[in-house]
Structure formats: structure tokens, C-alpha cells
């Protein structure tokens, strides 16, 4: 088994990627709303709202929010679940938990809300504890998605379902040009001027590129155990909304 | 995608109401943690309403089933929210109501209050499901049309050609135009023969 894996277009070995990743949302973590804003032109919003549209959660729900960072999800998630429900922001990133929680907290947004910073691949979590998992734009920095989507699995309840938004493949080969145009010659300037971080960017737009596209995704979760899986590509698949059912107990 | 924005923007709507008018605390605290469902009956769509103390969330998929499941066709489920003497909508043969019926009541007269455009957002839900549908029906029937029309075509061809054999096929009528076209050549040929023996025997002819 190879010890090398991908940081953007870079292979790096498998032991330095998490703090590769920790030192880019280090980094971008206290502009991380307004670049999101800035780079999808405000679309993360509506995938967002589609994600929280097909979790399907209802009051009294215990939701983990994976990757969570500033908490746009969660933040809706909470509301919903009610006082009896409760939503877990999990990320591997102290600084983007610590953003997520402030945003949150300065918003009213308490007591069902909850901060842990874990690693998706080994989730300290009991078995079949939750009705929902998502992870939104996480699962790309993930070194090792196999054991994420596996741990995951074993954290939802029988009946559970797991949201992944994130990157994807375009559907439409004509932008793919203007679309790598934009994501390399832009974003990353963007970066710059928001953040004086171009790096970082640079990275984000080389993880995408390396991330697996919608039917790779699929088999992954297949793979790791989840039923009834689906995917819906959005934007015409510069991002895909996968779904996936757990159907046994642990 | 675009039921997911209307839905957002009724939500929205019915929100900024509530916000407004502090007196609907109650009713909502009543059916905190509740959940309603709707389905517009001819157009197999459902959303859904979940209810909290502080606001009302409106999604397209629910986990489970709801308190109250109502199913009916558009024109009456429009006249559950903007008819104050709803009861008898309510309880009439084309709606059908799964669930809490006193729930029902309640999550009817609250609507009932909320003064918002219902027509404009239920025109909106129905006319983009209507359009997908219509957009869906078109693309699946113009690809079975273009089947249907090429179906067609190799049918009639065959049967004309095969069946009755009152057209030739391409390969005998090719054949058959280079047996015209030799023949052409044949009779040419004989011709000129014809025309320089004419010329041979009128030549000699004259010589006598």
C-alpha cells in the first residue's frame, strides 16, 4: 500500500497531510464566510439549503454536522431539531470550530448545539447515535475517505442518513474551461486580496481537482456499507449532493 | 431545485408574518415539535412543515411521517389557507387527511390568519412541479416521437420493398440502373455501328 497521498496537485506522505490541511484552514478560518460568499457568487447558499432540504431532520433529531466549520448548517439544523434534538459540530480544526461557535453563539443560537473538534476518520462517537450525518466541502481534505465514510457509518443510527456536499465533476465539458479558468486565475487572487493568503487558495481549487468525481463517490459509499445511494449534481456538478441510507445495526 | 427556493421563500414569508405579529406566539408554541405534511394529489409532490416555538421550517423530505399528512388536489388545498369556513374543504370527499384531525383544526386556523400571499407561493410550488413535469413529459416524448418517426420509416420501407415488393430495394434498384446504364452503352454502340454501315452501303450505293 503506497504511504503517499494528495495535498492539491502535490503528493506528500500520508502522516503530513492533516497538519498540511489544519495550517490552510488555520489560515483562512476567520474569512472563511465572506471568501465562500465571494468565490460560489453567494450560491454555497442555495446547495446549502438543499442539503438541509434532503436531510429530511425532524424535531427531537441528533444531527453531526462533519467538517463543520462556521456552522451554516448547523445553524439550521438546530433550529429545526428543536430543544429536544441536538446538532454536534464536529471539525479537525480548532480555529474553525472556535469561528463556527462565536458566529453561532453571537446569532442566539444555544443549547442544543454542541462543539467537538474530532477527526472524521475515527469518530468518538457511540454506535448508531445519530439520525443524521453531513459533511459539507470536507471531504476532499479528509487523508484517508474510506475509513471517514466507514466510521462515519458506524456512528448513524439503522435508518440514518448520510448528506455529502461537495465538489465535483462538471456535467457540462464545454465550461470545464472557463470553469478552470475562473477556479485557477481567479479564486486564488481573490484569496490574496481577502486574506493575504493565495496559497491556501490555490490549494482549495488543486483539491478539487483531485477530488473524486460522482460515481467514484457513489461506489465509495457503497463500499463503506450505505444503501440507497444517490447523488444529485448541482450547478450543473461543480458540486454533487450524495445521499446514502445506513441499513444495519453495529 | 427551484421547489427547494420556493419553498425557502414561503417560509420566509410566513416567518416575517409571525415575526410581525406577536399575538401567533401561542399557537405556536402549541404545535411546537409538530410536523405537517402536504401532498398536491395529481402531482405526487409532498413538503412538509415542521413546527418550533420560534419559527415554521418548510422542507421538501421528512424522515418519517408526519402528525398530519394532508393530500389534495391544488385548487382545494389553496382553499385551506385563504378560506376562513374551511371545514368543509377540510372534511370533503377530495381531501384526505391522515393523522391528528384536532391538529388539523389548529395548524388551520393559524394559517387562516397568517395574511400572506398563499395564491402567489401555491401557484409557484404547482407551476414549477407542472413545468418540470411539462418539461420532462416533452423531452421523454420527443425522444419516443423521434423513435416512433424512425420505427416508422424502416417499417414502411420494409414493407413496401419486402412485403408487397412494389418498390425495389436500393441494392436492386442500383443494380437495375447499371443494366440500364450498360444497355445505354450497348444500344449507343449499336448505333454507331448502324449509322457507319448506313454510311459504308449509301457510299457504295452511289458509286454505281
Known amino acids: ?250 | 431545485m427551484q421547489s427547494v427556493v420556493v419553498l425557502a421563500m414561503l417560509e420566509q414569508a410566513i416567518n416575517a408574518y409571525l415575526k410581525a405579529h406577536s399575538n401567533y406566539q401561542q399557537s405556536l408554541e402549541q404545535l411546537n415539535g409538530k410536523t405537517l405534511g402536504l401532498e398536491i394529489k395529481g402531482l405526487a409532490f409532498r413538503f412538509y412543515f415542521i413546527f418550533t416555538k420560534e419559527k415554521i421550517f418548510l422542507q421538501s423530505t421528512l424522515n418519517e411521517q408526519p402528525d398530519l399528512m394532508i393530500t389534495a388536489p391544488p385548487f382545494s388545498l389553496l382553499q385551506l389557507f385563504t378560506k376562513k369556513q374551511a371545514e368543509a374543504v377540510l372534511f370533503s370527499a377530495e381531501v384526505e387527511i391522515k393523522g391528528d384531525v384536532i391538529l388539523a383544526q389548529q395548524i388551520k386556523k393559524l394559517f387562516n390568519e397568517v395574511d400572506i400571499d398563499w395564491d402567489y407561493y401555491l401557484s409557484l410550488i404547482v407551476g414549477d412541479i407542472v413545468a418540470n413535469e411539462s418539461k420532462r413529459f416533452v423531452d421523454n416524448n420527443i425522444e419516443r416521437l423521434k423513435n416512433f418517426a424512425t420505427n416508422l420509416s424502416n417499417n414502411i420501407v420494409e414493407y413496401i420493398q419486402e412485403e408487397k415488393n412494389i418498390l425495389p430495394s436500393k441494392y436492386r434498384a442500383e443494380e437495375f440502373f447499371k443494366e440500364v446504364d450498360a444497355l445505354r452503352s450497348e444500344t449507343d454502340l449499336l448505333e454507331m455501328k448502324i449509322k457507319r454501315l448506313e454510311k459504308k452501303h449509301g457510299a457504295t450505293g452511289s458509286q454505281k
Open chain 1, 1 to 250: 500500500m503506497t504511504n503517499k497521498t494528495d495535498f492539491g496537485f502535490k503528493k506528500i506522505n500520508i502522516q503530513e497531510k492533516a497538519s498540511l490541511v489544519r495550517g490552510v484552514f488555520d489560515s483562512v478560518a476567520n474569512n472563511y464566510d465572506i471568501m465562500n460568499d465571494l468565490m460560489s457568487l453567494g450560491i454555497h447558499r442555495i446547495w446549502k439549503r438543499i442539503t438541509i432540504d434532503q436531510a429530511g431532520v425532524k424535531p427531537s433529531d441528533r444531527i453531526l454536522d462533519l467538517a463543520g466549520g462556521t456552522g451554516d448548517l448547523a445553524k439550521q439544523f438546530a433550529a429545526r431539531v428543536g430543544g429536544q434534538g441536538e446538532v454536534i459540530v464536529a471539525d479537525i480544526n480548532h480555529k474553525m470550530l472556535l469561528a463556527g461557535r462565536e458566529k453561532l453563539v453571537s446569532q442566539g443560537r444555544v443549547g442544543n448545539v454542541y462543539y467537538v473538534q474530532a477527526d472524521a476518520q475515527n469518530l468518538a462517537f457511540p454506535d448508531n447515535y445519530f439520525d443524521c450525518v453531513t459533511m459539507a466541502f470536507g471531504l476532499r481534505n479528509v487523508t484517508n475517505k474510506a475509513l471517514a465514510l466507514q466510521s462515519i457509518e458506524r456512528v448513524l443510527k439503522p435508518g440514518g442518513r448520510l448528506l455529502i456536499l461537495e465538489f465535483s465533476k462538471l456535467t457540462v465539458p464545454l465550461f470545464q474551461k472557463i470553469y478552470d479558468l475562473y477556479s485557477f486565475n481567479v479564486i486564488p487572487k481573490i484569496g490574496r486580496l481577502v486574506t493575504g493568503d493565495e496559497a491556501s487558495y490555490q490549494y482549495l481549487v488543486e483539491s478539487i481537482k483531485m477530488q473524486p468525481d460522482q460515481e467514484t463517490l457513489k461506489t465509495m459509499m457503497l463500499e463503506a456499507g450505505f444503501k440507497a445511494v444517490t447523488y444529485k449534481n448541482l450547478s450543473g456538478g461543480v458540486v454533487a449532493l450524495h445521499q446514502g441510507i445506513k441499513t444495519r445495526e453495529n
